[in-house]
DNA sequence: CATGAATGAGGCTTCATTCAT
DNA sequence: TATGAATGAAGCCTCATTCAT
């Protein structure tokens, strides 16, 4: 519990210098990347945030498309892990809302300590490449698909209201990344515990929990 | 209602030719944006499908963005006028779950009729411009306002369910363009009809209407 | 006999304009690839030298390369029409050293209408690419097969001295392009006119022709 | 005779170290240029196959180029002192015939133990560096030149017919270049003892002997 | 001596835009 | 209006070379 954190570049000083300079690319890259958009940014503008050389980008990565792979894919990790790491904390005693809640709570949290990630790839990730667009709608459809399977399950043993478990999943993904959406771009005002909250309440009431 | 299409282009004769060219061309791009996406797509790209010289794309454009532009402009007004035309026509003796569905069916007519144009927006409109996302922004934040005084007001007369009304509401505009996303983008192997019903279904579970 | 001259671009006005550029900018490569050497030279001094923007380069030629590929294509053309003026035009009468004499005076003809190109071909034209490698050992090959034939054909009838036709092909077509070469570069002091003859006459002892 | 080839590096134990890693470089870069082409071929490349550090390369040439021109020194020196080992070994008693097609055998050979380089030099070391380009030229009309003297002498003494010398030297010199030149990329099935007969045949042939 | 990560000058190529016809 | 040949600014990327270890 106390190593939670899944990232530990600790005693690798030799290979952590590679790591470092591929590391402080792709920062570099998403935070113009989020400033300036993704086409519009020219390596120029990468290596200068980054203070290397301009070859040195390309040692470590094809192109800026490769950038937003790799970010993707890390993204989709830290989420993965998050979720993976949820599930199985489960306090078994808890009622569903609790469990609904320190889920979005982790989620919060992980998008939060991703931040910069999270605001580029739900604002322009899809128009980076096809690429990258077929990767994120294969992404939109797995968590569609998974929750709607958890929400099949749940119906079929009465633990929530019978509705229709596919649009009920889509209505639940949509919502909730609309409201990450909103959040990670300063759109709302509420404090996260609230939101949090109030998210909850809403789908609880549409899935008749209490 | 026999003139429900909301988009009706005749008696214009006279600045129907150059609205021939100008359409000729916003089609033509918005295709190709689909195909290649927007900004691998090159100006030699559009004319070619438009079957047109390469000056003429400029006496009708001032660039690729002008284009998307005009076509957000153009969608914001197609919806605009199917919500307007659904406040307009509701029939006061229905229950609110048939409002709901009229307004869903008439959006999904409206969507059919812009496709192309739809799937784009949705799918990299915020990635063209900063101006373009900017606008998109405040779209969305517009049609989460709206909605949100619509639902405030309801809960304050206790038509439905006392929930936070933003938070409601971007859970609903999040569920609903997630699903006509979907829809559009052909992942959705359901009926119109029973996709229609099932989401109504689920945020009247939600907002407590029986 | 008054019509030569292979290439003829009078009444197309038209089509002539395409290939005027193209043609301007071969000459002004192959200039400049004769001054600087293919590899150091860089489009840039192409375009200067043809007095046209850069891009009007790529309207023309994928890259340097495809310049050299077309003129090679060109030279064997050219060559190629010579040699098969030649045999359509020889005197029945003459004697093989006098055909030998005016087919080397053709081909020297030939070679000073395209000086800049043969200069360049000689001298560099395997070290553009192995694609052009590739077609130049090709076409050596092909002369020294062609001329082994004939040699074999003229040993059979007892015309000229027995020898190894292959060896003596190679023979005669190395040192004719070694002259050529020597000639081009204006490494020779001697006349043409008895370069030519001297030639004919080596040749014409080692084949046992007086 | 114990001691024919040309080339001995024994009793060089100091300076071997040295010699190696730059004898290893050239050898792995000739090999490299044959392959992909001088020009195309990049330092990377060379020390790949080298299996040396890039720095390396540097510590021992200070580029591409200076490597053929060690190359192109190294080739005229095992040239030079073929010949002028069978200057200093000719029997006195053997008709010239034999005196040819013992140089002839040897150059053969010299060729045979300097394969790569010499491939590499026919085929593009003209185009290498306007300096190589002018070594070369000089090298081949100092051999043209050089057989031009000794053709001239023979003829005064009316061992060979009269014939323009120095046509005579450039048909010689050309038509055994072409002849290695096939040789040594393969494109010769003779034997190369028949080869070297025949050739010699045909230049006696040409010079009267016999 | 040997290494290879870092650099940035330099050349290639694309493509939006203009403009004479 | 309509066209498309011509242009050159601008960005990408490579690769020779250096230098700290």
Redesign the interface.
């Known amino acids: 519990m106390q190593d939670s954190t899944p990232t530990n570049y600790s005693n690798l000083s030799k290979s952590s210098k590679n790591t470092d300079k591929s590391e402080l690319l792709m920062q570099a890259s998403l935070e113009v990347f989020l400033e300036?958009?993704?086409?519009p940014t020219r390596i120029e503008d990468i290596i200068a945030r980054a203070k290397v050389g301009k070859g040195t980008f390309y040692l470590y990565y094809k192109n800026k498309e490769e950038v937003v792979e790799k970010c993707l894919d890390n993204f989709r990790e830290q989420i993965g892990k998050t979720l993976i790491w949820v599930h199985e904390n489960i306090d078994s005693e808890a009622g569903i809302k609790d469990i609904f809640l320190s889920e979005a709570r982790m989620l919060a949290e992980t998008l939060s300590a991703n931040q910069v990630a999270g605001k580029f790839l739900f604002?322009?990730g899809?128009?980076?490449?096809?690429e990258i667009?077929r990767k994120m709608?294969a992404y939109?459809?797995e968590l569609?698909e998974t929750s709607e399977q958890t929400l099949a399950m749940a119906m079929s043993v009465g633990i929530i209201?019978k509705?229709?478990p596919?649009?009920?999943a889509?209505?639940?993904?949509?919502?909730?990344?609309?409201?990450f959406?909103?959040w990670l771009?300063g759109?709302?005002e509420?404090e996260v515990e609230?939101?949090l909250g109030?998210?909850v309440?809403?789908?609880a009431?549409?899935?008749?929990l209490e």
């Open positions: 300036k958009g993704f086409h604002r322009e899809r128009a980076v490449s096809s667009d709608s939109y459809l569609v209201k509705l229709h596919r649009v009920a889509m209505c639940i993904i949509g919502g909730i990344v609309q409201i959406h909103h771009e759109e709302v509420s609230e939101l109030e998210t309440n809403f789908y009431s549409a899935l008749g």
